[in-house]
């Protein structure tokens, strides 16, 4: 059975830090994988996908999340924060290629200090 | 191309009303989706629709029928609405089904059950 966990609920950084968010995903078959973003009243956005390719994956707005096998972690990151980061982030994981199914984390939200 | 849109916003129910929640993608998408979100719990599938004229359970279908009016629309119904449905609702569509699909999201719809 597939499963993800994210391992922090809440994450605050200072603008212009790093920013690093993770995951770790259980799952019998080679899964895809995938980050979202939610700002507040709004609905999800992807941020990136991993679906079996390059195990490093850049996104959208400067995030990128390295697929690691051996670790069974997808996390996230950012060089440098910016103000307009702060949000929830939700990670996903699908398996199967006759799939409907996404299992969503619980969500990390981050908070960006001035 | 407005994307996956949502109607109403916001709905207030007593308990026992009953309710139709509206949902509409302009992408061409074969497979649509309706999730509920729960504080820290992040998305629950509550029903999928693979294909225009088939629909199929999710993980919380217990309390709502859906209706895969055309290949464009996908309705949520609550019976007989109860304060356990008090949630925030989510549309998504995908252009199939298959773990590398990404989903896309529309705005929500925030439901208060009294």
């Known amino acids: 059975a597939q499963s993800v966990t994210q391992l922090d609920s809440h994450v605050s950084v200072s603008e212009g830090t790093p920013v690093l968010l993770r995951c770790n995903y259980s799952?019998?078959?080679?899964?895809?994988l995938f980050w979202y973003v939610q700002h507040p009243n709004k609905g999800l956005q992807l941020l990136l996908k991993?679906?079996?390719?390059?195990?490093l994956v850049k996104g959208i707005n400067g995030f990128e999340a390295e697929f690691k096998k051996s670790e069974t972690s997808f996390h996230l990151t950012k060089p440098s924060a910016h103000m307009s980061d702060a949000a929830e982030y939700f990670c996903?994981?699908?398996?199967?290629?006759?799939?409907?199914?996404?299992?969503f984390g619980t969500g990390t939200r981050l908070k960006v200090l001035a | 191309n407005a994307g996956v849109t949502q109607t109403p916003k916001f709905q207030v129910l007593k308990t026992g009303q009953s309710m139709t929640l509206q949902c509409a993608q302009d992408?061409?998408?074969?497979?649509m989706y309706w999730y509920r979100q729960d504080p820290g719990m992040g998305l629950r599938l509550i029903y999928y629709?693979?294909?225009?004229?088939?629909?199929d359970k999710g993980e919380v279908p217990n309390g709502y029928n859906v209706s895969r009016l055309n290949k464009r629309e996908f309705s949520l119904r609550l019976e007989s609405a109860a304060p356990s449905q008090t949630s925030v609702y989510f549309c998504a569509s995908s252009d199939r089904g298959g773990s590398s699909y990404e989903q896309y999201f529309g705005p929500g719809t925030r439901l208060t059950v009294t």
């Open positions: 629709s693979a294909s225009e004229g088939t629909t």
């Open positions: 996903v994981v699908s398996e199967g290629s006759g799939t409907y199914k996404y299992i």
């Open positions: 991993y679906t079996s390719a390059a195990t």
């Open positions: 992408m061409n998408h074969n497979s």
């Open positions: 799952s019998s078959y080679s899964p895809s």
